[in-house]
């Protein structure tokens, strides 16, 4: 019995953790424990593991459901004065004296006082909407009233045929159950001598759970086994070992870990990234407590991935089981943003958590789900569910599925609920953001101006008519054309690519570009496109396609490569240009020319003349300057001077004139005056040395500065 009040108490923690923003009527779980206080519970429990049980329910139950504990042998006994409100330490240290007051000296075993007691409890205190009730049955026989008391006499009443037990029995399931209306019993015995059949009926009339074992070690499965199909959590339990591996799923709301075993099993458990969970109750949502017979621990909201568990003291001789609650919504995947009147769309019900995974179908099947369908609703969270629900159908996933078909222009509000069905516990409810409802859509696309004739690396225009189309809301739609796509990478055709915004008061004509490749096949061809509605989606069968003409001119050998002739024309000749302004030899920028008139012996003159700064090379033409006695002169000069190469200056006398190469006046050795050497009537121009022409009376030299 250590494990039972754990796993039901998880039961009922887990209908708050588990809910989502919508799920406000899971509300309180409200739970009476009715235990056995009867004499032969001294051989059945004489470690009184049911009191150890139910403080580990007490232990586990959330902060704001109600708790209470009865005893009963003959008579209801040890009995708490009303519900408590769990929201203290506190509270859960009153609830365990109750506990551990229940005796086990009666004399006799009324299953009748027990559950009495418990539905004056529960009756005792208004239940709030969503709330809902429990009882956990506890007992080791039979039921055995007192012989004096009125069960027995019914018995006597029929004569004897009767036994004390079935009218027991029929007390219950006939009187007592209906009375306790929606009250689920999670009955138990402890024994050979339990009756099995009663116990299953009584659980399987109220959507609860009837089991029965002679094996105490078995009690862990089977209470865990009820919780995982109540919640479809996930369970692992076995011996304890000095480290235990815990793996924890994606969307775990709770993780849950019962050490059973004495006082000296301590334990401590890691995160998947190796560090130690503290257990001091300085870190929100982890709980812990220490009993001498069991310690608890439980977290909220794991982290997924590899926790480790490890037991001290030896690590052995005590069992531990493992727990997860799933944080589980109900919604709808996939839910359309519009749907036309009259055309049915398939609508999809699914729960899960936050990742995407689902519960097992057998926790599924202990739960019902429906779905209404609300049209005309403003706003969806005050519409209202009193229309008859839409069948849903089963799917493998774990989903559910339905179709619906609406009727009129304006807003559809889906309700989806989940409520506890047989041995179910948790409810939910998911309310869809309004689905438009429009009038159906219907395009219709010709050709009213194709393509036409196109040359080779040109553009043509055709245009696309909508008329016709039955378009009650405005849809936008994309053109596809993978095809010519896919020619375009082999022959460089394109079209152009838009959106296009069809609706009752948009344009019915719209306008499409293609441009073809120089390299495009001539000839006549068909292009094919298809206008594809995107937005709001769902409406993608409803693509019309169209084909274009077109037919493709190759260009003319001028067309082709007139161009690129031109081109070239034009390289070559500003090379030659370039080629012809840079080539020709300039004088030194910083050239200067001197010159003297020694006409008149007693009166010569000087000047100079800048060359590198004025005079300038022309197209293919050295620079060039002609002077005469006076100067430079564009005409009648005695001398021509010309850039050479590298820098260097040339002289050519005009006229049949001579030069004379006179000799420096600082240099005594120097001889007569000579004749410069002609190549071609030119001569090299030394800097610093100055020339004379015959009969003109100039005299010229020059520097670099």
Known sequence: MKILPRLLCSVMMTGALLAPRLASADGALRTVLVIDASSSMRGTDPKELRKVAAELFVDLTRNGDELAVVGFDGAARDAMASLVVVRTPDDRAQIKRAVRAVGNDGSWTDFTAGLEGARRLLEGKPRAPGDQDLIVFLTDGRCDPDPRGPLADAARATGGKAKVEQVCQAKVLDDLVPSLGKTRIYAVGLSKSAPRAFLEDLGRRTGGIGVATDRPDELPRLFADIYARLFGSRLSEGASAPSISVPVDEGASSLDLVLVGPPKLGMRLFDPKGAEVSIAGDRPGVYFSDNPAYRLLR??????????????????????????????????????????????????????????????????????????????????????????????????????????????????????????????????????????????????????????????????????????????????????????????????????????????????????????????????????????????????????????????????????????????????????????????????????????????????????????????????????????????????????????????????????????????????????????????????????VKYAIEGTGLVFWWSPR
């Open 299 to 688: 977290l909220d909201a794991p982290e997924p991935g590899a926790y480790r568990l490890d037991v001290a003291g030896g690590g052995t001789g005590g069992r531990y089981a493992v727990l997860q609650n799933l944080d589980l919504h109900l919604a709808f995947p996939g839910l359309p943003e519009v749907i036309e009147i009259g055309k049915t769309a398939t609508i999809r019900l699914r729960l899960a958590t936050p990742g995407g995974k689902t519960p097992a179908k057998t926790f599924l099947d202990r739960h019902a789900f429906s779905l209404t369908s609300v049209e005309g609703a403003s706003a969806c969270d005050d519409a209202d569910a009193s229309t008859a629900p839409v069948p849903l159908r089963a799917l493998p996933d774990g989903s559910f599925e339905a179709t619906i078909t609406p009727s009129k222009k304006g807003a559809l509000c889906l309700l989806g609920r989940m409520s506890p069905g047989e041995s179910g516990v948790l409810t939910r409810e998911a309310r869809s953001a309004p689905i438009r409802v429009i009038p159906p859509i219907h395009l219709k696309a010709a050709v009213t101006q194709p393509f036409g004739t196109v040359k080779q690396d040109g553009h043509a225009a055709a245009i696309i008519s909508l008329e016709g189309s039955d378009v009650g809301e405005l849809i936008f739609a994309d053109i596809e054309h993978e095809h010519l796509e896919n020619e375009g990478n082999r022959e460089g055709m394109s079209l152009s690519h838009r959106d296009l915004e069809i609706g009752p008061a948009t344009k019915k004509e719209f306008g499409i570009n293609l441009a073809v490749g120089r390299d495009a096949p001539p000839g006549p061809r068909e292009i094919t496109l298809r206008l594809v509605p995107k937005k709001p989606a769902g409406f993608e069968d409803r693509a019309v396609t169209v084909r274009i003409p077109v037919t493709i001119v190759p260009l003319t050998f001028w067309e082709r490569h007139g161009r690129n002739i031109q081109l070239f024309l034009v390289a070559f000749f500003t090379f030659f240009l370039v080629i012809g302004l840079m080539l020709p030899a300039r004088f030194r920028r910083t050239a200067i020319l001197h010159y003297e008139d020694r006409r008149d012996p007693d009166l010569p003159r000087q000047a100079k003349f800048p060359l590198g700064a004025k005079v300038r090379a022309g197209l293919y033409r050295s620079a060039r300057v002609t002077i005469g006695p006076m100067g430079p002169m564009p005409r009648g000069g005695v001398v021509e001077l010309r850039a050479g190469p590298g820098g260097s200056m040339l002289a050519r006398p005009v006229g049949g004139k001579r030069a004379t190469e006179l000799p420096r006046e600082d240099d005594f050795s120097a001889g007569e005056p000579r004749e410069p050497r002609l190549v071609n009537g030119w001569f090299r121009v030394s800097p610093g």
